[in-house]
């Protein structure tokens, strides 16, 4: 066995003393990062947090047109569906559980138990007399009188974005994106690029174009990245369901031709594709800042009995990011009407068609300087295009006006004051009322709060119907006459209740949270604190968690999630801050935190525009001095040891922070960040960093700013992301090489745009902090693990 000498087991070099030294003045008293914490910051995960609750928060599916509905109330690892009738304010099961578990198991050759079905989603068909469901990979129907199931085919991919939507505007996007006509009787497709229609009684095909090709492809959406890995092709890939709007009375199809033959291209390669020894390049279109040329699509209508195609007299619509246009149908047959996008997003036009010419006239044509907020703006066509209703920023402040649909002139304000409408839930086109949710009106409570309301065209009649000061989410009726209204507050569990639309009067409590069991795990509420902005006047808001094993004699390092894209505001105000990432994170021994800048959306113009042309910005100044003054009352929070964390744009502002404020933050994990707004897509950057891309894309750009790097910097991207192309992440990290930058980087195989709560990566998150602000070695190797559906 070898021995070291003497003089070496017995006496330490001066420069491994000083080393523990260091080590021993990083290292708070009681461990922190330790596998203990780890294994208690992963009992906080999102997924496993949410086992623990039994959430109040109600998301209804209303049946029809009607005021009937069906919700899903989970209590892991159990479920019910659920069927309110709101006129007779009434609650029952949707259906017998334990007869379509037996009828389910019985026709799929498994067993299935009552209480926690294969299933997430039902559709009533048939009158309601039976319900659809996909259950595996198969679509299922099941008769709710013998409960008799049989499967009817490949279950049906639901496109994410519309499953994120709500109430009306889930309605309005499926509406717009149906592929069967309003009658049953027609079924809209795509066929080697060519759009087709078929009879569904009795599948005759009607073959409505014939020139269709790869790049100008017939009513197709313009593919991702995600598409296109999918079916392992560089080429622009099959299509899946087409983008058509049919009229109402079923005879005609407004859609596209899509040109790619000008798109600008970006290049990536899948490193490790499944089962293949080689990687795969792929070449897509995908529009740049610093592209002279967008993709495009040709608005037309065919007449399905004549097949007469009627091109749209406008010019060829510019495309930002993927999708198409969509057309929305007047209700009596006439013609479509549309949005228009200038690119720099100073000019947006409200565009209607007449579908039997193709002649098209501006209904709105709404320009501001130095955007308009696209993300924020509001329109509802009344009276078949005689009067629009239009969401402005024109005073400052986002509100509601009441515009000639002929004229496009103003006919009356509707809306006024120094608050923020935040979306339009219902029009009554009979009573002349509106429906809107707006935050900030109601004095002396968080500005970030929603509400709804109700008004006349007029401007008058202003009515609350939420008066509980919380953050409402709000699911109108299609018809009206009623809503669901989930409200809470970062500390106060949300309560579901069904409301009068006349008067905003409880007519059923729905649900209540049980966060009993959560409570029982030493969890308590994030703090929701108020503190001043750079300029010493104007409020802004944050959220700070602790650890359950909180000891106000310690001294805490901080680490602060950040999120800074002006299309929306992010810091928490309801309770589904309970599920948020930076209670596991501040498990591990730290304080984790959230603050709204200035730069971000739902505060007014002058908050606002703060960010434009200068997302560089970040509010890092607003977010560093709410720290401090933060200090200022909790002296157990240490900001000599501050980090950060982001991804996709907050990616952009971690590893931006680190390098403008090197004196503040020491540390930063940035995933799929979008490091140089030129390599981002145009439907975002040009919103907030304008047209055309000037010096101060390149001045903000981290790829610019390398060489300042001081911090501990660990970049992650994937090979595949369909959102923010892998290269900016690639950039910068070639840029730090040559800057001579030590920095710690993972590229993910076979990951698009969504991998930042994964677990390896999450881990590695954890580690980098620990390691760089407490000073200690995190656990080696330590493994999350998968969560079973059936754990």
Partial sequence: MHRRPAKEMFFMKPTIILFIAIQLFLTPLGAQGTREDYQRAERFLPDRVTRLVVDGS????????????????????????????????????????AKLAAGLSKAAKTTYEAKSLPFDE????????????????????CDLNEYSCVAKGRAP???????????????????????????????????????????????????????????????????????IVRQSTAENPRPGEPIVSWSPDSTRIATFRLDLRSAPLVSALQTSPPGRLLPIGYTYAYALPISPQLPTANPMIFDITTRKRVDLDVKPQQLFYGGGPRFTWFKDGRGVYFREVERGYKRIRLQSADAATGKVRTMIDEQA???????????????????????????????????????????NRITSGEWVVRGIEHIDEEKRQIYFTAGGREEGEDPYFVHLYRIGFDGKGMTPLTPEKADHDIDLSPDGKFFVDSYSRVDTPPVSVLRSAADGSVKLKLEESDISKLKATGWKPPERFKAKARDGKTDIYGV???????????KYAI?????????????????????????????????????????????????????????????LDDRIGAMRQLAEKYTYMDLSRVGLFGHSAGGYDSTHALLTRPEFYKAAVSSAGNHDHRLDKVGWVEQWMGYPAGKHYVEQSNITLAPKLEGKL????GD?????PPISTYKLSDALVEAGKDFDYIVLPNRPHGFGNEPYFTRRRWDHFVRNLLGVMPPENFVISELEEDE
């Fill in 122 to 141: 039902i559709n009533f068909v048939d009158g309601e007399k039976a319900i659809e469901f996909s259950a595996g990979r198969a679509l299922w129907s």
């Fill in 369 to 411: 300087e130095p955007y308009v907020d696209s993300a924020n703006f509001w329109t509802e066509v009344i009276g078949d295009g005689k009067e629009v209703i239009m969401s402005s920023e024109r005073d400052g402040w986002n509100q509601l006006y009441l515009h000639d649909g002929e004229t496009g002139q103003p006919k």
């Fill in 559 to 619: 680490v602060e999630n950040i999120y800074t894209g002006p299309h929306s505001s992010y810091t928490p105000t309801g309770f589904a801050a309970y599920r948020h990432t930076c209670q596991s994170t501040a498990e591990l021994g730290f304080l984790c935190i959230m603050i709204e800048g200035m730069g971000t959306n739902h505060r007014g113009k002058a908050f606002h525009i703060v960010s434009y042309k200068n997302l560089g910005d970040g509010g």
């Fill in 157 to 227: 991919e639901v496109d994410p974005r519309l499953r994120r939507l709500r109430g009306r505007a889930r309605r309005q996007a499926d509406r717009a994106g149906r592929t069967d006509s309003p009658d049953g009787q027609y079924r809209a497709f795509v066929r080697d690029h060519n759009l087709y229609v078929r009879a569904i009684a009795t599948g005759q095909e009607i073959q409505l174009t014939t020139d269709g090709d790869e790049l100008q492809p017939y009513a197709t959406g313009w593919a991702n990245l995600t598409d």
């Fill in 544 to 554: 700070l968690w602790r650890p359950t094993n909180f000891d106000a004699s310690k």
């Fill in 720 to 724: 595949v992301d369909e959102n923010v």
């Fill in 714 to 717: 660990l970049l992650a991207v």
């Fill in 58 to 97: 109600v998301s209804p599916n209303w049946i029809g047109e009607s005021s009937r509905f069906w919700y899903r109330k989970e209590a892991w690892p159990e479920k019910e569906f659920l069927l309110v009738d709101a006129d007779a304010s009434s609650r029952r099961p949707a259906f017998d559980h």
